[in-house]
């Protein structure tokens, strides 16, 4: 998998990908990550990005033939069939774990960051494939996003986690939070293990642990419970 990523800081996007899975993937070869500056493609001298807003109002709106400009150029230099442009930005879709599935299937994406009060408009209309934003806050700058939708992209690729199984378990990637994990010692400060998961007994241990996954997500976020998730049994 490649992912560009088309931004204003690309310093920021330095080191997150340098670290555990992410970094072991690239290692692997399992993905390419290629940050890009949207300033590199803005030709007046002093680089310009932003204008005010036709209309008037607060604050400033990036202007679109940088960003058009950019990824024109990046696909010519990169054999894209198949590549979804998303843009990073609070009236996105919200990003879940549904969708971080949808985008590792691609082959190559393209992430763009915004900034800002907004991107013009004519972006979202002639170019962008996709909207996505990773939670009903605001943030400043479109690349902490960026950061989150890789990291989770990324470690959805097969052979990116250490055991190919390992992320069947996590929160919401059947629907429920974790059950509780323990590890050495038996006991700390007097507080004991749940003694099941000493037993030996797997069938039990997977039976408290799918209780567990279901008591936990129904007191924590009824709102996971509720979308229909659960059988009869459950
Ligand atoms: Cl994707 N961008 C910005 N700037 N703020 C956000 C966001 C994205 N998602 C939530 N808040």
Same mark, same amino acid.
Request: negative net charge; charged residues 25%; hydrophobic residues 40%.
């Given at each position: 998998?490649?992912?560009?990523?088309?931004?204003?800081?690309?310093?920021?996007?330095?080191?997150?990908?340098?670290?555990?899975? =992410?970094?072991? !993937?690239? %290692?692997?070869?399992?993905?390419? +990550? @290629?940050?890009?500056?949207? &300033?590199?493609?803005?030709?007046?001298?002093?680089?310009?990005?932003?204008?005010?807003?036709?209309?008037?109002?607060?604050?400033?709106?990036?202007?679109?033939?940088?960003?058009?400009?950019?990824?024109?150029?990046?696909?010519?230099?990169?054999?894209?069939?198949?590549?979804?442009?998303?843009?990073?930005?609070?009236?996105?879709?919200?990003?879940?774990?549904?969708?971080?599935?949808?985008?590792?299937?691609?082959?190559?994406?393209?992430?763009?960051?915004?900034?800002?009060?907004?991107?013009?408009?004519?972006?979202?209309?002639?170019?962008?494939?996709?909207?996505?934003?990773?939670?009903?806050? =605001?943030?400043? !700058?479109? %690349?902490?996003?960026?950061?989150? +939708? @890789?990291?989770?992209?990324? &470690?959805?690729?097969?052979?990116?986690?250490?055991?190919?199984?390992?992320?069947?378990?996590?929160?919401?990637?059947?629907?429920?939070?974790?059950?509780?994990?323990?590890?050495?010692?038996?006991?700390?400060?007097?507080?004991?293990?749940?003694?099941?998961?000493?037993?030996?007994?797997?069938?039990?241990?997977?039976?408290?642990?799918?209780?567990?996954?279901?008591?936990?997500?129904?007191?924590?976020?009824?709102?996971?419970?509720?979308?229909?998730?659960?059988?009869?049994?459950?």
């Amino acid at each position: 998998m490649r992912i560009d990523i088309l931004c204003l800081f690309p310093e920021m996007l330095a080191s997150p990908f340098d670290y555990s899975i =992410v970094k072991r !993937a690239r %290692e692997r070869g399992l993905v390419e +990550v @290629v940050v890009h500056n949207i &300033r590199d493609y803005s030709h007046d001298k002093h680089h310009i990005v932003d204008d005010y807003p036709y209309g008037g109002g607060p604050g400033m709106v990036l202007k679109p033939e940088p960003i058009f400009e950019a990824t024109e150029s990046i696909k010519e230099r990169v054999d894209y069939s198949d590549l979804p442009i998303i843009l990073l930005t609070p009236q996105g879709r919200l990003f879940t774990q549904q969708v971080a599935r949808e985008l590792a299937l691609h082959q190559n994406i393209m992430l763009i960051c915004g900034h800002y009060e907004g991107v013009d408009e004519r972006v979202r209309e002639h170019l962008v494939s996709d909207e996505v934003s990773i939670g009903d806050y =605001v943030l400043s !700058a479109g %690349e902490l996003a960026a950061m989150v +939708v @890789v990291d989770a992209v990324v &470690r959805l690729i097969p052979g990116a986690l250490g055991s190919p199984l390992s992320f069947h378990s996590d929160s919401h990637s059947n629907g429920l939070l974790e059950y509780p994990q323990y590890t050495r010692p038996k006991v700390y400060r007097g507080w004991t293990v749940p003694s099941v998961l000493l037993s030996g007994n797997h069938g039990e241990i997977a039976r408290w642990r799918w209780q567990q996954a279901i008591l936990r997500t129904l007191k924590r976020r009824p709102d996971l419970a509720k979308q229909g998730n659960l059988s009869a049994e459950e």
